[in-house]
């Protein structure tokens, strides 16, 4: 029996250590289209993005990492039919995957313009389907909620290299980085 829990345990830690690798190798999003990023304009939390830069210049890893800290504090993930502008979406707490794509894209954004780096980094919020294994996980659900997933890509536009996150994986599972096949 401690040998069994011994192992279990293990286990359960070694999942945890790797969980973000072990999605990446089972999960994969791939693009079906993309959505416009809408231009942050709720003054609140352009002033939290200015006092969090405090004008310095950020990494894109600072700029990734604070732009989905202000999005996980700001909303809670519903299922239910809420607005999808970035916003509206700060003002009600309550977001979807659009919400969450268009608020993380707004932010980091915003971040991108006020430090001048808009034309090295282009940030795309997409529409795509999820896969696990290979195999289409939307085709096992009839509800119109389940048709497709948001997403974002923050392109480097000098190295050409492209991160992709889901701001929805990230706040509930801390998985920073997904896996996206074109």
């Not at 990023?37 to 006092?51: C, E, K, Y």
């Amino acid at each position: 029996m401690k040998k069994t829990l011994k192992i279990l345990g293990l286990v359960i830690c070694l999942v945890l250590l790797f969980k973000g690798w072990i999605y990446r190798c089972t999960v994969t999003y791939r693009e079906i289209g993309q959505r416009h990023t809408i231009i942050l304009q709720d003054s609140g939390t352009i002033a939290d993005i200015r006092n969090l830069r405090n004008d310095r210049e950020l990494s894109l890893e600072e700029i990734m990492e604070i732009s989905q800290s202000v999005t996980n504090a700001c909303l809670r993930f519903t299922s239910g039919k809420v607005s999808s502008n970035p916003n509206t979406v700060v003002g009600i707490g309550k977001a979807n995957c659009v919400g969450y794509s268009a608020l993380f894209s707004s932010i980091a954004n915003q971040f991108f313009r006020e430090q001048h780096s808009g034309q090295s980094f282009h940030v795309r919020h997409l529409v795509g389907r999820l896969y696990f294994l290979g195999v289409d996980v939307h085709q096992f659900f009839s509800s119109p909620f389940f048709k497709d997933h948001d997403f974002v890509e923050i392109e480097n536009v000098t190295t050409g290299e492209k991160i992709f996150v889901d701001p929805v994986v990230s706040d509930y599972l801390g998985i920073e980085r997904v896996t996206c096949n074109k």
